[in-house]
């Protein structure tokens, strides 16, 4: 983590943002900041080679664990720095939570551990339960970064093309980025997955979501005034995907901050009037 170009990041966006989730963001991440996952895992090399020969993810073959005292101090401290009494959270129920594919499936296990706070005590409001959740993604990004970190000595020797979902931990790409150009490699795409925080490339003329190839069928809308943030779009199967271009940006991204701009102008470019009938229309002439 980064947390230069994070704050860097959240103050380029503050109009964005709106204060109070620039101020929340800043806070959790320079927590964040300071806390440091040991990994002490190095995983069955020969399983984990063969699950990416396979076009699997790596923690298909094996996945280590969290350690939970780790994340009880971790989500504590951050919920701190969210101004949330973290007391009234009872993070003890962390203890029982099955945590084995916290990586593989981050969204049944963090619903499942919501649900027990929430049957744990019914007063919890809205804003803890999502600064919980902030606070728990949040940890649970460090630990996967060191795992992807653990892996990649493994992933760079293998050349296996990942797809649209993460050869780490198997969760579809969070943003694309697309970098600034360069005269050896053009201007590289790449996905980033939010959940382990790994990077990988990706081709700039493909459908993130269905591996579509049709040049005809695919097509980037950004608005004028922001051509650094677009959407790509496919025909095939009507995804939307963000996609940063880092070489039209004045800083340069932090992608755990990009997610929150783009969820914002996303929705303002795909709310635009639009007409994307014509332009999948043009693309279909003759
Ligand atoms: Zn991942
Ligand atoms: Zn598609």
């Not at 382990?196 to 069928?217: A, M, P, T, V």
Request: net charge negative.
């Amino acid at each position: 983590m980064n947390i230069r170009a994070i704050q860097r990041s959240i103050d380029n966006y503050k109009d964005l943002l709106g204060d109070e989730l620039s101020a929340l963001l800043s806070k959790m991440y320079h927590a964040a900041s300071e806390l440091n996952y040991k990994l002490d895992w190095s995983g069955n090399d020969e399983a984990i080679e063969q699950a990416i020969y396979e076009g699997k993810p790596a923690l298909s073959a094996e996945e280590p664990v969290i350690e939970v005292d780790w994340l009880k101090d971790a989500v504590s401290k951050l919920l701190k720095a969210s101004g949330d009494r973290a007391e009234h959270i009872n993070l003890d129920l962390l203890d029982t939570a099955d945590l084995s594919h916290a990586l593989t499936d981050p969204h049944a296990t963090l619903e499942s551990i919501v649900d027990s706070l929430r049957a744990d005590n019914k007063e919890l409001s809205d804003q803890e339960i999502s600064h919980f959740s902030l606070s728990y993604s949040l940890a649970l990004s460090l630990f996967g970064e060191k795992v992807h970190e653990a892996l990649s000595d493994t992933l760079d020797k293998i050349h296996v093309k990942p797809g649209g979902n993460c050869p780490v931990c198997g969760n579809p790409a969070s943003l694309a980025y697309i970098e600034e150009s360069t005269a050896k490699d053009g201007a590289p795409k790449y996905l980033w997955c939010s959940t382990c925080h790994y990077s990988w490339r990706y081709s700039r003329i493909k459908c993130e979501i269905c591996g579509n190839l049709k040049q005809e069928d695919l097509h980037y809308i950004f608005a004028k005034e922001k051509p650094s943030h677009k959407v790509h779009v496919c025909e095939k199967c009507g995804s939307a995907f963000p996609v940063v271009d880092q070489g039209k940006t004045s800083v340069l991204s932090a992608f755990e901050i990009e997610e929150f701009v783009m969820m914002d102008i996303m929705q303002d470019i795909l709310s635009q009037d639009i007409d994307l009938d014509e332009i999948f229309g043009k693309g279909k002439a003759n």
